[in-house]
Structures are given as C-alpha cells and as structure tokens.
C-alpha cells in the first residue's frame, strides 16, 4: 500500500487495486470497499480523489482489504448489499441477495403491472432472509400489503432493521416456510428457497461456504426437498388467479415444470432463463 505522507484516496485505491491484482482478486472491490463503508455516492468519492485519507479511515480501509483477500466476502466486511437500487444490510445470518433474483423480482413486478395494474394485492415472500425480494415488492408496489416469512429470527432482525431504515409496512412471520400464515390465501407467492443439494458443495466458490447461512442454501433430495413441499402446500395458499414466481437451480427446470404441472393443473408453468441463458425462474400464473 502507499505510504503515510502521499495518503490521498485516489492513491490508496490505486494501490488497492494493484494489491487485489497480485492476489487474482477483482478490483473493482478495491473503489467499492470504501464507498459502502462511508456510505458514499460514486460522486461523493470523485469530490473527495485529492483529500488526504484520516488515519481512522486508512486503518479501517485497510483492515477490510486484507479480510476480502483473505476470502471474506465484500458485502459481510462493510454490512450491506445494492438490490434493485436499495442498499440493504446483511449479516452471517442472510445470504448475500444476488442479481439472479432481482431478475425473480422484475418478472414478477412486471407481469403484476401488466395484469392488475394499480390494484393492491396480498403478496407473500417465503424464506426472506434480509427481506430483499420483500422489501423490493413493497417499495415497487406500496398499495400491497405483504407478509414476510422465514424460519430464522436472526434472518428476520435484518429484514426488519431493512424495513424500518425505509419506512415500509411489511408483515415479518417467523416459522418453517408457509406455518406462519396457514389458512390464509395470496394474489402473488414469490420465492428463492434453499435449492442446492448437498452434493454440490465440491462445486462452490469457498467463501460462499465458509460464510454464508448453509440453511439458506442447501436442501435435501438433491436440492429438491423444499421444492417437492411447497408443490403440495402451496395451491392451499394461491387464489385461484394468483401467480408464484420462485427461483430455481439452472440444472432443476425440467423436474420442477413437470411436478409444479401436476401440483397446478389449471395454470400455466414455465421455466425462465436469466441473463446467462440458465433456467432461473419457474412461473406459475
């Protein structure tokens, strides 16, 4: 890194990335570590470029860097994650939310604006961990009135913090998937359950592993297990016009199409690809 007397933060950065370079790490980590520690806009770190770097600043920043080089991951060291333009917090008790499921969210949201338009509807989000797609629903959609559930407290005490930072009225249930709100019925169930099978954890980045809720991520049967439960319990809980929209593994569409077919004989069930061409998405409406 630079030294004491040339510590301005277009420098420290600059360095930065030449750390990252020599560890195959990537860079862009190295501008995105201080502006989310800071809470600070792209703009306010271009305002600031030639100003000196306090002590305290330098000595966090650098404390964060080696923590990413030593694996952990960039939104665990500063606390939050961007998720449809909404900076949320996570901890080790929620998955980091990725950009697979923000493609969950904007089908959704998109079929739902076509279809009802400005109509308020009851919206359920199974397994909410930081209460992104929740959270996103709500923000999208203010005349919903949604219902939040997982079976982790500490998963809930996110999403709820996440929820009063944005003054939004969401209901948090705590239980194992759909107990929480038994008897009741929803326009649209939207959904990323645990879907990973055990056997594919040779196959995962290790940092993913090492930090993030393994309960989040992994289910029995191949990853099938949650799946195969919610087929049967959830035509109890859909309107008759209601919409699921959930995410999937991109080796599991074919199985799940055919078993969602049968739990659903009425609907309509597709798979549909994300941005990388992989089946992400299964949709029933």
């Known amino acids: 890194m630079v030294s004491i007397s040339t510590r301005t933060y277009q420098q420290v950065v600059q360095n930065a990335v030449k750390y990252l370079e020599k560890f195959n790490k990537n860079t862009y980590v190295a501008e995105r570590l201080l502006i989310d520690r800071l809470d600070w806009t792209k703009t306010d770190f271009i305002r600031h470029l030639k100003d000196e ?3 305290s600043i330098y000595l966090q920043y650098l404390d964060d860097l080696n923590q990413f080089i030593e694996g952990k991951p960039l939104q665990y060291i500063v606390g939050k994650e961007w998720f ?3 900076p949320l917090k996570v901890t080790k008790d929620t998955l980091i939310p990725r950009p697979e499921t ?3 969210v904007h089908a959704a949201l998109k079929h739902l604006n076509q279809t009802v338009g400005e109509k308020p ?3 359920l989000d199974i397994g909410t961990g930081s209460g992104a797609i929740a959270i996103t629903m709500k923000s999208e959609r203010p005349q919903d009135i949604v219902t939040a559930t997982d079976i982790s407290g500490a998963a809930l005490d996110v999403a709820k913090k996440n929820t009063e930072s944005l003054d939004l009225a969401i209901r948090f249930l705590q239980g194992d998937l759909l107990e929480p709100v038994s008897l009741e019925t929803f326009d649209c169930i939207i959904s990323n359950p645990p879907y990973i099978g055990f056997d594919e954890k040779e196959l995962m980045d290790v940092s993913v592993l090492q930090h993030e809720p393994h ?5 029995d049967n191949g990853g099938f297990s949650v799946y195969e439960r919610l087929a049967y319990e959830l035509p109890f809980y859909l309107k008759t016009d209601g919409c699921l ?3 999937i593994g991109f080796q ?3 199985k799940l199409q055919q078993l969602y077919q049968q739990a659903f004989p009425d609907k309509e069930v597709s798979i549909q690809k994300d941005i990388n061409g992989l089946d992400r998405m299964l949709i029933v409406k």
């Not at 309960?215 to 289910?219: E, H």
């Open 84 to 86: 449809y333009g909404i």
């Open 252 to 254: 599991q569409g074919e």
């Open 215 to 219: 309960s989040a991520l992994f289910a």
């Open 102 to 104: 923000e493609e969950l």
């Open 245 to 247: 929209f959930m995410e």
């Open 53 to 55: 770097m306090t002590d």
């Open 121 to 123: 509807l009851r919206v």
